[in-house]
């Protein structure tokens, strides 16, 4: 039987994680399973597989997608409700309890840090294990690694030397070692913030990516530039990557597009796209809202800023409080650490990433540091779901689940094999989330952030339940460490 884009009542995500190879068990031969989902209407973006079957759960994985009925512990009945891959979010900083209890009501399983990332990746992993909602995993940063070895006095972006003094040779041969450790120890990629660290070198960011090509890792960058004013548009930012990458053959990922490209945005998706096309493996991502954030004290606020980026004083909310700035408090709060909402993006260019096929789903959430942060870590796989695609039909179901499923396990894969079954829906994978489409909604607003989302109705992590009925399950730390292979260690020439 064959489903309409949009028609069904309740929408049941069923997010995979890896296992080991899948081997399908006879029905016969298992007929009670842990868990069973009934009569819901499978979607899978890699086969295309569009109908109604029965899945049956064993010790958390996947044993059966059959036609025919299936018996088992317990039973979720999701006549007509939509099974499909669930979230992978490749850009999430607030990696903390309460960053996962809004992820796992978005409907999220694993959430990684890749765009900052850490400089210690075996203390960042070892710091979660065992006592996290949803899975996890993290890249090896430039920006913290650069922090450390220039020496700034910076909590999560540099706001001192790392951010406007060059490297020294001896500085770029540590920076190059401690790089080279976090792959070893299984970063799943090269995190980079290049306009948080202008001071880097051109060629400082060649050998970022030399590194990265060496152990088959992908880069996640935020570009140089992101503005308006020639010379230093989204353009020219995207142009230095792409030809690092060409120049190393490292894959490249370029992060949260439509905030680099502003009103450039189609040109920025068409320069990736034809990136692709002549065999480089280039990638993006988008948010689906037209506020970026950050911090203020960051490189991004330095000299220039509202010429640049085409906004003033009052396009830009203080987490805080809510208030927006004027130059006075733009000011005073420059001096502190604190985050800011940029009323930046316009409505086109955000709703062209959203809809537009080879551009991934990510929130860029941000740590909890004030009461009126970003809504995006809260809201953005719901905001897609129940805005985009089922209010304003900008693109259709599985599309959507293409890119925020298969499209995100797909540009980890190779360098982390354990995403080769994520995105799926595979017998031998792992089971996770379900939800409601006619529901289906973000509740956080940038006034009212602080939101859960509607419609997610059970999130299954690794098979294990960590909402029930809209609430959480207490005492379940079902997370595991998202995380490629430790490395045999390889030599390379410091200098």
């Known amino acids: 039987m064959k489903f309409p884009t949009y028609g069904t009542s309740v929408f049941v995500a069923l997010v995979l994680l890896v296992c080991s190879l899948p081997v399908a068990v006879p029905i016969g031969a298992q007929s009670n399973f842990d868990v069973v989902i009934s009569n819901g209407r499978v979607m899978d973006p890699e086969s295309g597989l569009n109908e109604v079957r029965n899945i049956g759960i064993v010790a958390g994985k996947i044993r059966a997608i059959s036609a025919a009925p299936l018996m088992g512990k317990t039973r979720i009945d999701a006549k007509g409700l939509v099974v499909a891959p669930g979230f992978i979010d490749l ?3 607030a990696q903390t309890p309460e960053s996962y209890n809004y992820q796992a009501h978005d409907g999220v399983t694993t959430s990684l840090e890749l765009e900052v990332g850490t ?7 070892t710091e979660r294990q065992g006592k996290t909602l949803i899975n996890f995993g993290v890249s090896i940063g430039h920006i913290p690694v650069r922090m450390k070895v220039i020496g700034d006095p910076g909590d999560f972006l540099p706001r001192g030397d790392a951010a406007h003094r060059e490297a020294t040779a001896e500085q770029l041969a540590e920076m190059k070692r401690r790089i080279e450790t976090g792959l070893q120890q299984g970063a799943l990629a090269v995190g980079m913030g290049i306009t948080y660290t202008p001071a880097a070198t051109g060629w400082e960011i060649v050998e970022m990516f030399r590194l990265a090509s060496r152990y088959g890792a992908s880069v996640h960058v935020h570009l140089r530039y992101a503005g308006l004013k020639e010379p230093e ?3 020219a930012g995207i142009e230095e990557v792409i030809a690092a990458a060409a120049v190393t053959g490292a894959p490249l990922h370029v992060v949260h597009i439509s905030s680099m490209g502003l009103k450039y945005t189609p040109q920025l998706i068409e320069m990736v796209a034809d990136a692709h096309k002549r065999g480089l493996d280039v990638t993006t991502e ?3 809202y037209t506020a970026a954030s950050t911090e203020l004290a960051s490189a991004l606020f330095d000299d220039g800023w509202q010429e640049k980026m085409g906004i003033t004083y009052k396009d830009l909310q203080w987490s805080a409080t809510g208030e927006r700035l004027t130059a006075e408090t733009f000011a005073k709060y420059r001096k502190q650490s604190g985050e800011v909402v940029i009323f930046e993006i316009p409505d086109e260019a955000a709703r062209a990433a959203v809809a537009n096929p080879i551009v991934m789903i990510a929130s860029d959430g941000v740590p909890m540091t004030g009461p009126k942060i970003h809504p995006r870590g809260q809201g953005t796989f719901s905001r ?12 259709d179901l599985m599309t959507a689940l293409r890119k925020m499923t298969l499209m995100p396990a797909q540009r980890l894969e190779k360098r982390a094999p354990i995403f080769r079954n994520k995105g799926r829906i595979r017998v031998g994978a792992d089971a996770d989330t379900v939800f409601d489409p ?10 009212e952030p602080l939101q859960y989302s509607q419609g997610i109705e059970f999130v299954l992590v690794n098979g294990t339940l960590v909402i029930k009925d809209g609430k959480f399950v207490e005492g379940v730390f079902p997370g595991r460490a998202a995380r490629a292979p430790v490395a045999a260690k390889k030599v390379i020439n410091p200098t």
């Open 91 to 93: 850009h999430e900083h």
């Open 119 to 125: 400089d210690d990746v075996e203390k960042w992993y």
């Open 233 to 235: 548009t989204g353009v």
């Open 286 to 288: 988008c948010y689906p």
């Open 384 to 395: 897609v779901l129940g805005h985009y695609v089922r209010e304003e039909k900008a693109l």
């Open 438 to 447: 006619d529901k289906i909604i973000d509740k956080a607003t940038y006034e």
